[in-house]
């Protein structure tokens, strides 16, 4: 019995050192575990220009301007308190629209704009029909496509 | 001491063979009812479209390749604790299993990443972190495999799925920790889930599928390993006689 609890003493220390070590390790990489930055992150910190970044947040409703040439897009990513314009040239998924969750990535140049070269599209973690929604609309019970950014 | 009577393996074979054929029918019914509500009878999403039903298959998969490594790590805790043979012969079962519902998680969030994300694969906590898994999965048959004496291997395999648990909760709540491409959770929510209970229901039976079939084949498994050591042991035994 006595072996027994000492294998079952040196298994659970060695589990709480190795969470303790798991979890200074992923503090101390908090920074590079996020896949992007919001507009009020990229604000509070200048960026080097022309240094590649992705940036996440809402397409700002009504700021979505297609260029002359048809594949170029322009754009403004919005946390609701911070914004910043974007460019983009190339075909962009299919849930792309205004109000919806984007991550773009590029470079900002000199004028502030980020010029990106990939952009894609985050959905939430609502699941219903389109009956539904169309209800919860007429009812004044939505919400909006993204509450959180 | 009943639980050492109930871990023997000779009685194993023998109730295990009761459950084996309720667990594989059951599998086949609930997995044939969840694939056609999902695919066929449930709505479509208002935003994705039929697209969401990549979901019926992928959420269940990944949710099985949680479950499964949880229990080969609970299983390695019992065998090098309490030396139980059957414990790690249940590991043993269970990672083939569990790497197959990961790869299966990966592909299918793959093909639901490209058309609605716009990217087939992206390196953000939760993808990465079930790379590792499938990773920790294939490092430990790996390991388990890579002695002559299979209890070498068995207790070093055992010792690398204690040590890659830390990753489960990692992948459990990288959505929440860090800004993932991934969205967070949908079904085990505090605030309740956030999925209508028209796509809930046939999620949640494809689930109970997957976990039926599960138990099936980890029996089959776990009744051919058995048997492999039994003629081990046999052999041993002629050999030295």
Known sequence: ?149 | MSWHLLASPARFMRYSERIRPWASALALGAIAIGLYQGLFASPADYQQGDTVRIMYVHVPSAWMALFCYTAMAVSSAGYLVWKQPLAEIAARATAPIGACFTALALATGSLWGKPMWGTWWVWDARLTSVLVLLFLYLGYMALADAFDDPVKGGKAASILALVGFVNVPIVKFSVDWWNTLHQPVSVARMDGPTIDPAMLAPLLIMAAGFTLYYVALVIVRMQALVLERRVRALQQVAAGA
């Open chain 1, 1 to 149: 019995m006595k072996r027994k609890h000492r294998r079952l003493g040196f298994l659970m220390v060695g589990a709480v050192l190795l969470a303790g070590a798991a979890a200074l390790v992923l503090s101390a990489f908090e920074e590079n575990l996020l896949f992007f930055f919001t507009p009020t992150q990229l604000a509070a910190e200048s960026q080097p220009e022309g240094r590649r970044l992705r940036l996440g947040g809402l397409v700002e409703e009504g700021s979505v301007v297609k260029q002359t040439d048809g594949l170029t897009v322009t754009f403004v990513v919005t946390d609701l308190t911070e914004t910043v314009p974007v460019t983009y040239t190339g075909v962009l998924p299919d849930l792309f629209r205004e109000g919806q969750g984007v991550v773009v990535e590029g470079a900002l140049g000199a004028d502030g704009m980020l010029r990106a070269s990939e952009v894609l599209a985050k959905h939430d973690e609502t699941y219903m029909p389109k009956e539904v929604k169309e209800a919860l609309e007429a009812s004044g019970e939505w919400r909006g496509e993204e509450a959180t950014p």
